[in-house]
């Protein structure tokens, strides 16, 4: 949701923005963003899937509609080796890259292949969710792909956690998006998105990360540790 | 085309090749096709005569080969060609075409009707080798 929310709010704003969904096994930013993609155009390359005028999409539902697709880790490889190869972007502004969660194959083949990437972490504030995002964070820091900021998201009571996190990890607190119940009516419809306290919040975010030094994350300390 | 940003791949992957050596020296480039990427050949040769215009590599031949798709179930170990699964549709095929591993999407084994394969052959676009002139002899 963030990444197609925050796509919408900075194409708004004038921004070129693409986004590339490489959650292929449940790719979903074409149902946030409304778009019902077929096979892409071709010039020299594919096309990504226009949304709104500066704003264009990449997603692995453009050859698959709505069908399962069952992979394994090296086709998962494959798979984002051919989208980032073969996708004309043009000029862009922003590029942003829809991770599924974890730490699989899809993070470890970009930070080889951008290294220079920069990764916005989105929590929740549960403690499961800190908890493995706090994984995440670690294996960064290893690979050193800088991370501008650490987002809070469907926060209801407070994002302290997250906030908790962030000062653990040496990383920027970025900002929340508070849980927002009518979000679901707005799925579908990239002009209601865009006028949701979500988007106000990650433009907020996005700003916020822009001008704050983006570090590379050095020793986190694990929990129960030492050091 | 689609075609083009592969044969961009094939000549930057010779330009790395021959990084260290005379590029004057090549002689042939083998590439093997997979089945998969139903490549228009001609489309294809024509892209990769194209961008090596301006290589000094731009006088060695391109010799293309088709590699045939093969499948092989991780369920119960049936082995596969593309013309034996189930009737693929135009669209499919152009699907599979663009990204290979949308076949996960459409195929399914033969034998036990299983997702959970893997594409053996037939997958990518390779420089399988590239034939030198090494001191004015071929290699």
């Known amino acids: ?227 | 085309m689609h075609e083009w940003a592969l044969a961009d791949a094939v000549i930057e992957a010779t330009a790395a090749a021959l990084e260290g050596r005379d590029p004057a020296c090549l002689r042939a480039v083998n590439v093997l096709i997979g089945e998969l990427q139903a490549i228009d050949r001609e489309i294809f040769d024509f892209a990769l005569t194209t961008l090596r215009e301006e290589r000094p590599f731009r006088g060695a031949r391109y010799k293309l080969e088709t590699e045939p798709a093969v499948f092989l179930c991780a369920a119960c170990g049936r082995e596969w060609s593309l013309q034996e699964s189930a009737s693929l549709t135009p669209e499919t095929r152009e699907a599979i075409h663009f990204l290979p591993e949308a076949a996960h999407a459409f195929v399914r084994c033969p034998s036990c009707g299983s997702p959970d394969f893997r594409v053996q052959k037939g997958r990518g676009v390779s420089i399988s080798s590239l034939e030198l002139s090494v001191d004015g002899t071929s290699t």
Not at chain 1, 6 to 35: E, M, N, P, W, Y
Not at chain 1, 103 to 115: N, S, T
Request: charged content about 20%; glycine content about 12%; some cysteine.
């Open chain 1, 1 to 227: 949701m963030c990444t197609a929310v925050a796509g919408i709010a900075l194409a708004g704003r004038g921004k070129r923005v693409g986004i590339l969904d490489l959650d292929l096994q449940g790719a979903s930013t074409h149902v946030f963003l409304g778009v019902h993609p077929g096979l892409p155009k071709e010039d020299k390359g594919i096309l990504p899937i226009p949304v709104l005028d500066n704003l264009h999409l990449m997603s692995v539902a453009a050859f698959t509609g709505e069908l399962p697709l069952a992979l394994r880790g090296a086709e998962v490889s494959e798979a984002l080796r051919e989208l980032l190869a073969v996708t004309q972007w043009g000029t862009l502004d922003y590029l942003f890259i829809d991770m599924p969660p974890g730490i699989g194959d899809e993070v470890l083949d970009l930070a080889r292949l951008i290294p220079h990437m920069e990764a916005i972490v989105v929590s929740t504030p549960s403690q499961v969710s800190v908890a493995v995002v706090e994984r995440l964070l670690a294996v960064l820091g290893e690979m050193h792909i800088a991370v501008p900021g650490v987002i809070a998201n469907m926060v209801r009571e407070s994002a302290e956690s997250v906030k908790d996190l962030a000062r653990r990890c040496g990383v920027t607190f970025a900002g929340e998006v508070q849980y927002e119940p009518g979000i679901e009516s707005a799925v579908g419809a990239p002009g209601a998105l865009g006028r949701t306290g979500a988007a106000t919040a990650l433009l907020l975010a996005l700003e916020m990360m822009r001008f704050s030094p983006a570090p590379i994350i050095r020793g986190i300390p694990r929990r129960g540790g030492t050091g």
